[in-house]
């Protein structure tokens, strides 16, 4: 007598991520002092979600670099320019997942291919979520994570930086990024 094993359906479902209601926010040491905080005010991307499996699942993420604010424009023009992001020749950072894992808590951790001024890291972001689904007032369906990394922005060609009279450096070289994304189901 034999045995058939069956496997279970894959169900994978697309998500997409509401703009309006999802943030991507970074902070840096200024002058050794204190953090300046910024964030990009456009992101888009997509989660093919397995509903089975969420290590199987994948997320691409684009951020459009021109939309840099640091609530202080002459600093964000700084930004834009050659010395850091470059944003005539780099318009977007992006993240491309290549793995998905889960701990023993059941925290995910996200690994893939981040991009930054043309430069391609593999980093791995701490991910809070996602949460149960939800359905809003509209009738769309959604979820929502956060995800955080520290990078060194040298290890991404940002090494632009002055010397301090006091000693030590303008900018600092941790930078942290926070992500707080909300998605809808498409499908």
């Not at 094993?5 to 209601?21: A, F, G, K, N, Y």
């Amino acid at each position: 007598m034999s045995t058939i094993l069956v496997q279970p359906e894959t169900t994978t479902s697309t998500w997409v991520i509401d703009r309006v209601h999802s943030t991507s926010q970074f902070k840096v040491k200024h002058m050794m002092i204190s953090n300046v905080l910024g964030e990009f005010t456009s992101i888009t991307g997509v989660l093919e979600r397995d509903e089975n499996d969420i290590t199987k699942s994948k997320i691409r993420a684009s951020i459009d670099a021109d939309t840099i604010n640091t609530r202080e424009p002459q600093r964000d023009a700084h930004l834009k320019s050659a010395d850091f992001f470059h944003v005539e020749k780099h318009a977007a950072l992006t993240f491309n997942s290549t793995v998905i894992s889960k701990n023993a808590d059941g925290e995910l951790k996200v690994g893939g291919d981040l991009t930054i001024r043309g430069v391609t890291r593999n980093v791995v972001f701490d991910v809070e979520g996602p949460s149960p689904a939800q359905k809003d007032p509209w009738g769309n369906t959604r979820i929502g994570l956060s995800a955080t990394k520290r990078i060194s922005r040298k290890d991404f060609g940002l090494t632009w930086n002055a010397a301090l009279e006091a000693g030590g450096l303008l900018v600092g070289d941790a930078v942290t990024i926070k992500l707080d994304i909300q998605l809808i189901k498409e499908r």
